[in-house]
C-alpha cells in the first residue's frame, strides 16, 4: 500500500494539472528589438461564481519622461489603438469575454523607442446580489528593449533547478521502485518458507500418526 501510494504521488508531480486557474504572473521585463513581445497583465477574481463586466486600459510612458500616454482600450469586444505610434502594432491576448482576468497585449516589431513603463488598469465592476462593487487594479512593467536576447541569471537558475529537481525526481522512482521489489520478494520468501514449515509440520504429524499406529491392524501410512 506505502508502495502505491509513493508512486501516485510521483506520477501526479510529472503530470501537469488539467483543471482550469488562474495565477497572477508577473509580466516579462525585456524585450528585443524587430521582434515580438507580450506585455503581460493578470488580475484573478477571487469570487468565480459571481459575474463581472471588465474593461482595460494599456498606457505609456517612454523612458525619461513624466507623462503616461494612453495607448490602448480594450471593452469585449472591441479592441481600440489609441496612440499613433502604435498603430497597427499592438493585438488584444488577453481574455475575450466580458469577464476579464488576462489584460495583456502584444506588441509587433518592438523598437528600441518603446522602451520604458506601461501601465495596465483593469476596470472590474461585480455584480453582486446586494449591490454593484467597482475594483481598479493597477499594474506596472518596466520594459527594456535591447539588441540582442540576454538570459537572465533568475532564468538560468531556475532552469538548472527544474533539471536538479526532474534528476532527483528520478533517483527516489527508482529507490522507491527496488524498495518495492524488495518487499515484495520478501513476502513471497516468507510465504514459502510458511509452506514449507506447513508442510513439514502435516508430514511430521503423519509420521506420528503411523507411529502409533499398533503392527498387525494392517493400516497403511504410506
Same mark, same amino acid.
Given at each position: 500500500?506505502?508502495? %502505491?501510494?509513493?508512486?501516485?504521488?510521483?506520477?501526479?508531480?510529472f503530470?501537469?494539472?488539467?483543471?482550469?486557474?488562474?495565477?497572477?504572473?508577473?509580466?516579462?521585463?525585456?524585450?528585443?528589438?524587430?521582434?515580438?513581445?507580450?506585455?503581460?497583465? /493578470?488580475? @484573478?477574481?477571487?469570487?468565480?461564481?459571481?459575474?463581472?463586466?471588465?474593461?482595460?486600459?494599456?498606457?505609456?510612458? #517612454?523612458?525619461?519622461?513624466?507623462?503616461?500616454?494612453?495607448?490602448?482600450?480594450?471593452?469585449? #469586444?472591441?479592441?481600440?489603438?489609441?496612440?499613433?505610434?502604435?498603430?497597427?502594432?499592438?493585438?488584444?491576448?488577453?481574455?475575450?469575454?466580458?469577464?476579464?482576468?488576462?489584460?495583456?497585449?502584444?506588441?509587433?516589431?518592438? /523598437?528600441?523607442?518603446?522602451?520604458?513603463?506601461?501601465?495596465c488598469?483593469?476596470?472590474?465592476? %461585480?455584480?453582486? #446580489?446586494?449591490?454593484?462593487?467597482?475594483?481598479i487594479?493597477?499594474?506596472?512593467?518596466?520594459?527594456?528593449?535591447?539588441?540582442?536576447?540576454?538570459?537572465? %541569471?533568475?532564468?538560468? /537558475?531556475s532552469?538548472?533547478?527544474?533539471?536538479?529537481? /526532474?534528476?532527483?525526481?528520478?533517483?527516489?522512482?527508482?529507490?522507491?521502485?527496488v524498495? @518495492?521489489?524488495?518487499?515484495?520478494?520478501?513476502?513471497?520468501?516468507?510465504?514459502?518458507?510458511?509452506?514449507?514449515?506447513?508442510?513439514?509440520?502435516?508430514?511430521?504429524?503423519?509420521?506420528?500418526?503411523?507411529?502409533?499406529?499398533? #503392527?498387525?491392524?494392517?493400516?497403511?501410512?504410506?
Open positions: 500500500m506505502i508502495c %502505491l501510494l509513493t508512486l501516485l504521488v510521483v506520477f501526479n508531480l503530470v501537469s494539472q488539467c483543471h482550469g486557474g488562474c495565477a497572477e504572473v508577473d509580466s516579462m521585463t525585456e524585450a528585443v528589438a524587430g521582434e515580438g513581445f507580450l506585455l503581460g497583465c /493578470i488580475s @484573478c477574481k477571487r469570487r468565480e461564481e459571481v459575474s463581472a463586466r471588465t474593461t482595460v486600459d494599456w498606457h505609456f510612458k #517612454p523612458l525619461g519622461e513624466e507623462e503616461f500616454r494612453h495607448i490602448f482600450h480594450y471593452d469585449h #469586444p472591441s479592441a481600440n489603438i489609441v496612440h499613433d505610434d502604435f498603430s497597427d502594432r499592438l493585438e488584444w491576448h488577453g481574455t475575450k469575454n466580458r469577464d476579464i482576468q488576462i489584460g495583456a497585449i502584444y506588441i509587433h516589431n518592438v /523598437i528600441f523607442n518603446d522602451t520604458g513603463t506601461y501601465r488598469t483593469i476596470n472590474r465592476t %461585480l455584480f453582486l #446580489p446586494q449591490y454593484d462593487e467597482h475594483v487594479v493597477e499594474k506596472e512593467v518596466e520594459l527594456n528593449v535591447v539588441a540582442i536576447a540576454n538570459r537572465e %541569471l533568475t532564468v538560468v /537558475i532552469e538548472i533547478m527544474m533539471y536538479v529537481l /526532474i534528476v532527483v525526481l528520478q533517483l527516489w522512482l527508482v529507490l522507491v521502485l524498495y @518495492c521489489y524488495k518487499k515484495i520478494s520478501e513476502e513471497h520468501e516468507a510465504r514459502d518458507a510458511r509452506k514449507a514449515l506447513k508442510d513439514q509440520a502435516e508430514l511430521l504429524e503423519s509420521k506420528e500418526i503411523c507411529d502409533d499406529v499398533q #503392527p498387525g491392524i494392517g493400516t497403511s501410512c504410506c
